[in-house]
Structure formats: structure tokens, C-alpha cells
């Protein structure tokens, strides 16, 4: 279907026009407003995407097939289940923030930095969408390379070491994925003498229990790495700190997310037997990141690097609830996903909003804020609390609901995670103390600016919607549902 495809060629066209305005020059904000309006048309897309998929009969809801390199059996092929939706939901809203901040932020190469956080935002949606593994592959390509460009040429002090760092790490585990999508595709030939990378013809083939064991570990560790697991986060702290702001939110809110989508619908769902196998070592990471992350958190001063190895923290409940083994801690692993995207996208434009204001990160140079921006110290207040998982709002119900799944298995693991909850307050109460009450660290603080209606609007909107999640997560639970090969898009 024709909006499948719309949903990649949209925000690289969005991009190539926002390049073309800067360059012309036919007004200042010219970019900015090509970006603005790319996002508003790619969410509407994806209002009559879901108003579309809501009326489909079978467990897909949209799907789409064009030849690509037959010789090769590779196919432009993309199919949509509920939880690919839902990850489309909220790249676009997380985009949103990334969009605003940059009218701020960025003033040189205006162009070239929108159609890169565009191009990004393609590479992300294809992912959500590809159902061959060439496809998939190529996007999940697409999408960091314009994110390493934008740490490189807008990022902070250290941006060259952090985006080196970046860089390898993705490519390096990108590479064992790619070794494992060969290895499928040759398993798959030599035993029906079809040459295909279609993600349903791939997941019938029959494997040896080794051979699906090592396949489905070159998955897990390019995924692994993404998500971040503990010990392969070594290049998250490093990329957030010196990302700008919009690259931060880019990363914490969707590409960590990539990550998670990847170990449910390559390694689940097309490695099942494999994946039991894993489940303890797994879980074990999953907690071992709880509180690897939340005892690294307390101990930093630089905010954002305290909100990064947060991240760390919050993700290692994604995994522990992905390899419980239930539908319960899947669940609760997606609605974790989406929490975390919009909580964590925002602490971090609200730390950038920061550094832009103050010139520092450091949280020894804070203090005393709420009495001269109150708007902005109060965003602070209700998204670190959602973060540290306040009952009401969504982080709350995907941790409980994944330390719940983790109980039936592993009430020792279980315990142990939910001691990294009581670690995550300390932490998040200590920020909030240190950077937004007491007495005004320095005089000059007086002056800056607060939150106008634009930021207010723009992080409203993920409070609402944490608030939704929180009170009424259901209906999201039930779509989010992701759909296994074996239900066959026609």
C-alpha cells in the first residue's frame, strides 16, 4: 500500500526541500518551517494509516510488496502489526520536541541539519515497517549514519571521540546482524532451494539447535547494543552528552527503542527455541543494567549524563520483561518503550533547554531555578517523577507490570530489579534537589528566559499522553501486540 512507502519517501523529501529553502535563502526560518510541516504531514499520514488499519480484518494491517533485486530474492517489502504503529506514534510525536528545540539551537547549516534529523526519521519509520531482511538491514543503516553526522557537526566539546564511539559500536554489532541475515538466508536456500530474504519464508525454515542459537546471537547483540545492555552501553553516556539537544531526544526516545522492536520481532518471534535458551543470561543483563544504571546515575554531575545512564537503568526492564517468557512482561516491556521515549525525550530537551540557558551541564552550577523559570522547573518536576515511575503516569505500569512476569519466574531477580526502583528515586529526587531548589546558585541565573507557550505546548503533550498511558494503558497493551510470522500478511 501506497502509504507504507509514503511513510519513508515523506520525511526524505521533507528534507531534501528543507536543504533547498536554507540554501536559497528565501527567509531565515525557512528549514525550520519545511521541517515543521513535514512532521505535521506525516502525522497525519499516520492518523489515516491507523484509521485505515483499525478497519483490517487480519492481524497485519497494512502491507506492501514490490520487486526489488529479484535475481537476489530481495523485495521492497513492508508489512504494519500494532506494534510497529505504535513505535511509528512515537517517533512522530518525539519528533515534535526534536524539531522545536533545533529553532533554537541551530543557526549555522540550518538546511543540512533538518534534512539529516529527516533522514534519520525515514531510516527509523523503515525499520518499524521493513519485512525483508535486506530492506531492514538497509534502513536500520539509514538511520544511524545521519545521526552521526549530526553529533559530529552539532554536538558538544567532546562530539568526535562520542560520535566515534557511536559509530563503532553500531557498526561493529550491525555487522554480526548482517552475518546472521546471510547465514538465515543460506540455511534457508540450501533447504529449499529458494533464495529470499521475505521475513515470512525465513521464519519457517528448520535449524539445526546450535546453528538457531548462534543466528539468533548475532541478532541479539546488534540489538542488545542498541537497547542499551549492560556491558554494551559503553557508547550511550559519551552520545547523549555530546549530541545537541534534538539528537539526544532522537536517541533516548526512539533509537533505544529500535533496539527493543528488534529483539521481539528477529530474535522472539523468529528464534523462539533460541530465545528460551537466552532468557537467563538475558534476564540476568536486565538486572545487572537496572542497577549498574541507577547506581552510575547518582554518583554524576553533569545532568545529561545522569539522564543517560538512566536510560540504562529503564532499559534493562525492557529486557527483563522481553525474555520472561509471558505475554504479561511483553506487554509491560512496550508500554516501558513508549513510557520511557516520551519521560526521557523530554528530561532531555528540558537538560538542553538548560545548558542552552546556563552554558553548563553541571549540576554544582545549578540550584535555586524554580524561583526564576517555575514553567520550566515544573516540567522538570513532573517528568522526572513519571521517570522515577510515580503511580498514575506510564513508567509505573511497565515496571509493574514486568516485575510481575518477572516474579512468576524469578522472584530473586524480581526483588533485585525492584531495588533498582528505589535506587531510580534517590537519583531522580537528588537531580530535581540539586538543580531546582535552594538558594540561586549564581546571580547571572536571574536573567535567563523560561519555558514559552511553544516548549510548554509541544512537552504538554507527552504529559498527556504519560497521563493516558498511566490511567488507561489497554488499549495500547492490545494493539501493541506484536504479530507472529505465522500469521501470514496476505
Given amino acids: 500500500m501506497i502509504a507504507l512507502a509514503a511513510l519513508v519517501v515523506l520525511p526524505l523529501a521533507g528534507g531534501l526541500l528543507a536543504w533547498l529553502a536554507d540554501r536559497r535563502g528565501t527567509a531565515p526560518r525557512a528549514a525550520w518551517f519545511v521541517s515543521i510541516g513535514t512532521i505535521i504531514l506525516l502525522t497525519a499520514l499516520l492518523a489515516v494509516i491507523t484509521w485505515s488499519g483499525l478497519r483490517t480484518q487480519g492481524p497485519w494491517l497494512l502491507h506492501l510488496s514490490l520487486p526489488w533485486v529479484p535475481a537476489l530474492g530481495i523485495a521492497l517489502r513492508c508489512d504494519l502489526d500494532g506494534l510497529g504503529l505504535t513505535l511509528l506514534w512515537l517517533t512522530a510525536v518525539l519528533t515534535y520536541p526534536c524539531v522545536v528545540t533545533a529553532a533554537r539551537d541551530v543557526r549555522d547549516k540550518a538546511g543540512l541539519f533538518h534534512l539529516l534529523l529527516l533522514l534519520a526519521i525515514a531510516g527509523v519509520n523503515g525499520v518499524f515497517i521493513a519485512t525483508d531482511l535486506f530492506l531492514f538491514f538497509f534502513f536500520w543503516e539509514l538511520m544511524l549514519v545521519p545521526l552521526y553526522i549530526l553529533v559530529t557537526l552539532w554536538g558538544h566539546e567532546d562530539r568526535a571521540r562520542a560520535a566515534i564511539k557511536f559509530f563503532l559500536f553500531t557498526q561493529g554489532s550491525g555487522l554480526l546482524m548482517l552475518l546472521s541475515i546471510l547465514g538465515l538466508v543460506i540455511a534457508h536456500f540450501r533447504q529449499s532451494g529458494v533464495l529470499t530474504f521475505d521475513y515470512f519464508a525465513l521464519a ?272 495500547v497493551a492490545d494493539t501493541a501486540r506484536p504479530v507472529a510470522p505465522a500469521a501470514h500478511a496476505s
Fill in 204 to 475: 519457517g525454515t528448520a535449524l539445526p539447535p546450535r546453528l538457531s542459537l548462534l543466528l539468533a546471537l548475532g541478532f541479539f547483540a546488534a540489538f542488545a547494543v542498541k537497547l542499551p545492555v549492560v556491558p554494551l552501553h559503553v557508547w550511550l553516556p559519551d552520545t547523549h552528552t555530546q549530541a545537541p539537544t534534538a539528537g539526544s531526544v532522537l536517541l533516548a526516545g526512539v533509537l533505544l527503542k529500535t533496539g527493543g522492536y528488534g529483539l521481539i520481532r528477529f530474535v522472539l518471534l523468529l528464534f523462539p527455541a533460541a530465545s528460551a535458551q537466552l532468557a537467563p543470561v538475558a534476564m540476568a543483563l536486565g538486572v545487572a543494567g537496572i542497577l549498574y544504571g541507577a547506581v552510575l546515575a547518582l554518583a554524576q554531575d553533569d545532568m545529561k549524563r545522569l539522564i543517560a545512564y538512566s536510560s540504562v537503568s529503564h532499559m534493562g526492564f525492557v529486557l527483563l520483561g522481553l525474555f520472561s517468557g509471558s505475554a504479561l512482561g511483553l506487554q509491560g516491556a512496550v508500554v516501558q518503550m513508549l513510557a520511557h521515549g516520551l519521560s526521557t525525550g523530554a528530561l532531555f530537551a528540558i537538560a538542553g533547554a538548560l545548558q542552552d540557558r546556563l552554558h553548563t551541564r553541571d549540576l554544582r552550577s545549578m540550584g535555586g531555578l524554580w524561583a526564576v523559570i517555575p514553567q520550566l522547573s515544573a516540567m522538570g518536576l513532573v517528568f522526572t517523577v513519571a521517570s522515577l515511575g510515580l503511580p498514575g503516569l506510564g513508567n509505573f505500569v511497565g515496571e509493574f507490570l514486568v516485575l510481575l512476569a518477572t516474579w512468576r519466574v524469578s522472584p530473586l531477580l524480581a526483588g533485585l530489579a525492584a531495588a533498582g526502583l528505589v535506587l531510580s528515586a534517590l537519583y531522580g529526587l537528588t537531580m530535581l534537589g540539586r538543580a531546582f531548589m535552594g538558594p540561586l546558585a549564581t546571580q547571572e541565573a536571574r536573567r535567563i528566559d523560561d519555558f514559552g507557550p511553544r516548549d510548554m505546548a509541544v512537552l504538554g503533550g507527552a504529559i498527556i499522553l504519560l497521563i493516558a498511558l498511566g490511567l488507561y494503558p489497554q488499549p
